[in-house]
């Protein structure tokens, strides 16, 4: 991939030790790693706590790219809808990691989490469909 000299610039000026950039990073590293290792048959990863790792990474991502949060705001509202959903994602898999990454105590109830977090991929997906319809029928 070869950027020309305005995508080069846009580039350069990015804030690569931003809290947002350090997540995603990491959260990218991680990723592959997990990933990779998973696909030529290797779980060591998956069933360790660099699991954990990396769904702290992800979580982090998204609180610190609400902060940032800028833009216009149908694409603002794009971001949120996002970020939501990607913690969503996040507590899912925490929730069904592998049993030997459970805590020995259960210090936080999930129980009443696992219902709001359900909740909200509800409002998510019936909004979408609700804006997508006005969106095509006007």
């Given amino acids: 991939m070869i950027l020309n000299e305005r995508q080069l610039k846009k580039f350069k000026s990015l804030k690569w030790l931003h809290p947002h950039s350090i997540s995603g990073a990491i959260v990218l590293v991680v990723g592959f790693l997990i990933t990779a290792s998973s696909i030529i048959g290797n779980y060591y990863l998956v069933n360790s ?3 954990h790792v990396y769904l702290l990474a992800c979580a982090l991502n998204s609180i610190f790219g609400a902060i940032i949060l800028k833009g216009p705001p149908d694409v603002r509202l794009g971001f949120k809808f996002g970020i939501a959903l990607q913690l969503s994602l996040v507590y899912i898999c925490f929730r069904v ?5 459970h805590f020995a105590l259960n210090f936080i109830p999930l ?12 409002v998510l997906v019936t909004y979408s469909a609700i804006r997508r319809r006005e969106e095509h029928f006007g």
């Fill in 97 to 101: 990691r592998p049993a030997q990454l």
């Fill in 111 to 122: 129980g009443w989490l696992d219902k709001l977090i359900a909740i909200n991929l509800l």
């Fill in 49 to 51: 706590h660099f699991l």
